[in-house]
């Protein structure tokens, strides 16, 4: 039954994660640095605590008492990892929900597996694995080799997007009503790519908060495990550096485009617009929320990150059918770009499968 519900939890954050900005998608009249940090709002600010005091009794004296090196690093590593999560929303802007997240979330796999194993390679930590461990043992390799594969598949998508592009005679806008720029949001996919890995770093670097949280649950119901909501104080720290990076840049593209006005213009939907903008943002924090859940259920890390992975790129791409962001292609760039993405799920896989060779 554990599984069952693990399978369940971690399809819920996937929906949540892979369709978070079909809300945004919606919104009229507002520029894209207006929707994105009212959302941004609900997503690092509002809804986090609100979890926290819903499953962990007084989680703001665990955060007044943990050290002030964990909240600096904690915070540090989400403001990194903010700007990863900004450069996602102009990535998907940029290429689109479908090819967008499927390049972006493949990057992120890529860059989440070297970039720790490289850091664990010259700061050596218990229990973490080096860059050593992957390229001289099987499971290692193996993870290697499903990096590759990503690799490949990210090389198909992205000229499924050239072919796109000049199929469409570089237009601007796709039949979807993406701003399809396809450097643009390749650059942008690889910057949130490796910063995407800094999330991670920030869980470990607030590990002692969470820790915490367990003890006193655990006090208050023996012989019942582990906590399932434990990481939801830490994700409270994480998130306010994620909000500092994406609430600064916001600000300044409102000041340079002249758009503070969105904010009032009553020549727009505004309650609609402020309504979509708090589900799309509610919508992105519920992908942790439900990782964690399902990753206690199933008791596998490996196991946990192949789903949660998987389930976000089918789920995007669904979106992306839906949406009719490849219309007006030919057969052969539409079967390039279903390649692509078929290569880079079958590389997340391997590389899970990989992990779950650990001893």
Request: aromatic share 14%; glycine share 14%; net charge positive.
């Amino acid at each position: 039954m554990g599984i069952i519900l693990g399978v369940i939890f971690h399809f819920i954050g996937g929906f949540a994660s892979g369709s978070f900005y079909m809300p945004y998608k919606k919104v009229k009249g507002w520029s894209w640095e207006t929707f994105w940090i009212v959302g941004g709002l609900f997503s690092w600010l509002i809804v986090p605590p609100i979890a926290a005091y819903l499953t962990i009794p007084g989680f703001g004296s665990i955060i007044n008492d943990a050290p002030s090196a964990v909240i600096g690093t904690t915070f540090f590593m989400g403001l990194l990892w903010g700007i990863g999560g900004l450069t996602y929303g102009l990535g998907v802007r940029y290429l689109g929900v479908s090819l967008g997240s499927s390049i972006i979330l493949g990057l992120c796999s890529l860059f989440g597996a070297i970039i720790p194993s490289i850091y664990y390679q010259f700061n050596p930590t218990e229990g973490k694995d080096t860059f050593h461990d992957l390229i001289t043992t099987p499971w290692g390799q193996l993870v290697l080799l499903g990096l590759f594969i990503c690799i490949v598949g990210i090389v198909i998508s992205g000229k499924a997007g050239g072919m796109k592009d000049k199929e469409l005679g570089g237009a601007e806008v796709d039949a979807s009503g993406s701003e399809f720029k396809l450097a643009k949001g390749l650059f942008l996919a690889v910057v949130s790519g490796v910063l995407s890995a800094c999330f991670s770093f920030g869980i470990e670097a607030g590990s002692s908060m969470g820790a915490v949280a367990n003890d006193i649950w655990k006090a208050t119901h023996p012989d019942q495990g582990e906590f399932l909501f434990k990481n939801n104080v830490i994700f409270v720290v994480i998130l306010w550096g994620g909000l500092t990076t994406n609430f600064i840049w916001c600000m300044i593209l409102n000041f340079r485009n002249k758009t503070f006005s969105d904010y009032t213009n009553k020549k727009t939907p505004l309650i609609n617009n402020y309504v979509l903008s708090a589900i799309g943002g509610t919508m992105w924090f519920l992908q942790f929320f439900f990782y964690g859940m399902g990753e206690s259920k199933m008791g596998n890390g490996a196991s946990s990150w192949i789903l949660h992975m998987s389930f976000i790129i089918l789920v995007a791409n669904m979106w992306g059918l839906l949406l009719r962001e490849w219309k007006g292609v030919s057969k052969k760039t539409s079967r390039t770009i279903i390649i692509g993405i078929a290569t880079i799920i079958l590389s997340v896989i391997v590389v899970g499968y990989g992990n779950s060779l650990k001893p």
